[in-house]
Every structure is written in structure tokens, then in C-alpha cells.
């Protein structure tokens, strides 16, 4: 039996067809639709947004043992170290260090001492024996001597050549004799040089095990000054925890920060770090508390780039002083900073995508009655958004955010050379006065230098708002 579709069948699948031909339509007619935004007038700041972590300005450092170099110590393991954001009191217990390789040096020490005290007990034997037999054979030089005295007194009425022989046996006993006393001397002087050898080489044993001893005390380690402990960092900027490492030439264990007074630092990139100038203006905001917003100030601008881990690119260190003091910020606690590095009133801007570069001319698209024209515009300040725009726009006027399906063949519109130089000569006006209040923000900064606000901490603070 052989299937025959009903008619209303086929009216269903053509009003279906219609439909989806309709609908079609239309997306393809709204897909294709350019947008065009408006150029705006009023204010304009030109930023760089970086984030970046809280530090204090200011920071007492806990030190490890003072004389680690000196002990032949050249690392010391962190074996306990309460934990980060403890408040201490100036006394209190913060850390213990590894006594292990200390210990081991001590029994070295002891060791060489007992061995050198053995030392010079045998040397003041020896030197005893030998002097008194040197002491013994004077005596019987003396006797000698004496003797040889006594021959040549009775020999007074013997012939002259006995006489002059019992001169002789005089000379030679007498000669004899005082040559053995400066033996002896020489000889007691040198054991005495011995003994105050090995007495020296004792001083500076006991003195060794004295310091070692006193190092040991140190090993733990106890707060100089109340405060929050923070721990320090590593070279690679890592904190210095438990298992860490120690050495004479960082021998910091943890820090004790002025929390009165933060800065954020923060890292720009290279292509950035031009318009970046100490004594700008920022706008800090921190992640922790998203509701506020702190005024902040540049400080200082590293004159070398670095490269920092896990990353290709040149950056260069900023420090960003915060104009507020907030009890509850605390370090580490990361920040976003929008560094305002010029501000202009009353000039002419647009978005960024309205903006299109061929060679050395910007260009924008915009309508020309029923046509699209590209026309000549002269750029200014712009930040990550926006673009300022000096010469070739009016306030009001709508501009293309993308390039436009009819713009292909569209005509030229150049500026005139008078409007170029009269734009140019704004734009380089522009940049000697934002350099101008920068320097003297600058200055503002050495004269007083702490001069912050106090913000409470109960109320979340107003800030500017952004476009």
C-alpha cells in the first residue's frame, strides 16, 4: 500500500521554509548593521592600570644570629616560625633555627681545646726538665770556675809559665761559664715564647666556644619590637618559611611592618615605563575590599628593568606610596592601580576602536551624507580605553567603532597644515603641563613626606568613579 502525504502536509513545510527565510533575513540585516559611537567632551585622564601586592614603607627586620660568618655558619635551617600575621609583643618567641651543624662545630671547638691544654701541659714539662738541667750543669760550671780561681791563687810562687797556665784554665772556665748563662737565658725565653704560643692559641679557643655558646642563645629568636610579624621573602619571591634558609648575608628571619603607612609595588612594562614619572597620581583599589578605593601617589621609578620568573618581558619597578591610612590593610594583599599619567580639560575623545593608523596618519571612518569618508585626525593622550582626539572631529559627532562594508572606496579627508601644527603645538603644551604638576607633586612629597590622611576603618570610603 503506497503512502500519500495529505496536502496540509505540504503547507506546513513551505510556511516553515518561509520562516526560516524570514528570520535569516533579519540576522543577516542586523548582523551587518556598523555601529558608531559619539565623540565625547569634558575631562580626560590618560592611565596605566597594573596590579600590584601591599607592602610598609617602613619595617623593623627580625634578625637571625649576629656572627654566623665568624662561626664558619654559612646556612641555618628554619626549624619552627609561628605563623604569618601574629601579633608579638617586643620579647616574645618568633622562631627557632637549626642547631645541628652549631652543635657540631661546639664539640670540634671543645675538642681542639682539650687537645691544646694537653699540649701546653707537656710544654711546661719539657721546658721544666730541660731548664733544670741546664740549671745543674751552671752549678758545676760555677764550681768549676771557682776552682780554676782557687789554682791560679796558689800559684803565686810557681815559675811564670805555671802561672800562666793557671791563667789560662781561668779564661777558658770563665769563658765556659758566661756563655752557658746566655744559653740559659736564650733557652728560658724561648720555652717562655713556647707557652705564650700555646696560651694565645688557648685565648682564642675559649674565646671561639665563647661566641659559639652566645650564637647558640641566639638561635632562638625573639622579637625585638611589638608588632605583626610578616615573613621576609627570598630573592625569587618566595616567603621565608619553615624549612627556609638563613645566611650571614640575609640573615633577616621575618619583618615587623609600620602598618601606618603602605605602599603598593608594582612592576610596568617596558612599553609603559615612559610615561610613568614620579609624582603622579593613582587610584588604588585592593581585592580584598572591593568597595574602596585609595588615593596613592608614584614614589619611585627603577632606573634598570629586571626580568622577573615565569615571564619573557622587561619590567621595571614602581613604588606607589598610599596618601591614606587604612587599619585594615595588610601586606601582601593585592592591589589594582590605575596610575593617572596625564589629564587634560575639555578636549575631544573617542573609543580606541574608532581609531585606524595607515603608515604615519591616524584616520577615522564617519559619514559624509550618504557616503563614508576617512578622515585625518590628530591623536593625543589615551588610556586603555580611549583615545583623545586633537584636530579633525566636532563634540557630538558619531564615528565608525569598526571598518564599514561601503568604506573600501571610500575618499580622503586630510587636515589642512595650519590644523596639524595648531594640534601638535597642544599636544606638546599638553605634555609640559602634565610634567609640570608632576614635578611639583614631587616636591609636595620631600617636603612632607608622612603627611596621610587617617581613614577609618568602620565605612566603606567613597572614590571616583570611572567611566
Given amino acids: 500500500m503506497c503512502f500519500k502525504p495529505h496536502p496540509k502536509f505540504y503547507l506546513s513545510l513551505l510556511l516553515l521554509s518561509a520562516c526560516s527565510l524570514f528570520l535569516s533575513c533579519q540576522s543577516d540585516a542586523s548582523g551587518d548593521k556598523p555601529i558608531k559611537v ?5 575631562l580626560f585622564e590618560a ?4 596590579s600590584g601586592e601591599l607592602k610598609a614603607r617602613n619595617s623593623l627586620d627580625i634578625q637571625g644570629p649576629q656572627g654566623m660568618r665568624r662561626a664558619g655558619l ?7 616560625l609561628i605563623p604569618e600575621g601574629t601579633r608579638v609583643k617586643a620579647g616574645d618567641y618568633v622562631a627557632t633555627l637549626d642547631r645541628t651543624e652549631a652543635s657540631s662545630k661546639l664539640k670540634s671547638l671543645q675538642a681542639e681545646l682539650d687537645k691544646t691544654i694537653t699540649q701546653r701541659t707537656q710544654a711546661v714539662l719539657d721546658s721544666t726538665l730541660n731548664l733544670r738541667e741546664n740549671r745543674e750543669q751552671l752549678i758545676t760550671l760555677y764550681y768549676s770556675l771557682e776552682e780554676a780561681r782557687i789554682t791560679l791563687e796558689q800559684s803565686i ?10 791563667e789560662i784554665e781561668l779564661e777558658k772556665a770563665q769563658r765556659v761559664y758566661e756563655q752557658t748563662v746566655e744559653n740559659y737565658q736564650i733557652r728560658r725565653e724561648k720555652e717562655m715564647a713556647r707557652l ?16 659559639l655558646v652566645d650564637l647558640l642563645d641566639q638561635f632562638e629568636v625573639r622579637a625585638p619590637a611589638d608588632g605583626m610579624v610578616i615573613y621576609d621573602r627570598n630573592w625569587d619571591g618566595t616567603r621565608r618559611a619553615v624549612g627556609a634558609a638563613i645566611s650571614p648575608w640575609q640573615s633577616t628571619v621575618a619583618t615587623l611592618p609600620d602598618l601606618s603607612q603602605m605602599i603598593s609595588l608594582t612592576y610596568i612594562n617596558e612599553v609603559d ?13 585592593v581585592d580584598a575590599f572591593p568597595n574602596r578605593s585609595y588615593n596613592g601617589r608614584v614614589i619611585e621609578v627603577a632606573n634598570i628593568g629586571e626580568q622577573r620568573p615565569n615571564s619573557d618581558a622587561k619590567v621595571f619597578e614602581v613604588k606607589i606610596v598610599l596618601l591614606e591610612s587604612d587599619t585594615t590593610l595588610r601586606p601582601a594583599m593585592t592591589t589594582a592601580n590605575s596610575i593617572i599619567t596625564a589629564r587634560s580639560d575639555s578636549v575631544l575623545y573617542v573609543a580606541s576602536e574608532c581609531v ?37 572631529v566636532e563634540p557630538g ?3 565608525y567603532l569598526s571598518v564599514p562594508a561601503s568604506a573600501k572606496d571610500s575618499k580622503w579627508e586630510l587636515l589642512e597644515p595650519s590644523a596639524k601644527e595648531t594640534a601638535l603645538a597642544s599636544k606638546e603644551r599638553m605634555e609640559q603641563k602634565n610634567a609640570a604638576a608632576d614635578a611639583r607633586a614631587k616636591e609636595q612629597d620631600k617636603v612632607a613626606p608622612d603627611g596621610l590622611r587617617q581613614r577609618p576603618s568602620a565605612r566603606a570610603p567613597s572614590g571616583r568613579g570611572g567611566r
Wanted: glycine share 8%.
Fill in 38 to 42: 559619539p565623540v565625547k567632551n569634558g
Fill in 47 to 50: 592611565t596605566v592600570t597594573v
Fill in 74 to 80: 654559612w646556612q641555618v635551617q628554619i626549624t619552627d
Fill in 157 to 166: 810562687y810557681e815559675p811564670p809559665a805555671m802561672i800562666r797556665q793557671a
Fill in 196 to 211: 705564650q704560643e700555646i696560651d694565645g692559641t688557648l685565648s682564642l679557643q675559649r674565646s671561639e666556644i665563647k661566641e
Fill in 273 to 285: 615605563i615612559s610615561r610613568i614619572r614620579e609624582g603622579q597620581d593613582v587610584l588604588l583599589g
Fill in 356 to 392: 585606524f593608523r595607515n603608515d604615519s596618519i591616524s584616520y577615522v571612518y564617519a559619514d559624509a551624507g550618504p557616503s563614508v569618508i576617512r578622515r585625518e585626525v590628530i591623536t593625543g593622550l589615551y588610556n586603555e580605553n580611549e583615545t583623545v582626539l586633537l584636530a579633525g
Fill in 397 to 399: 559627532e558619531e564615528l
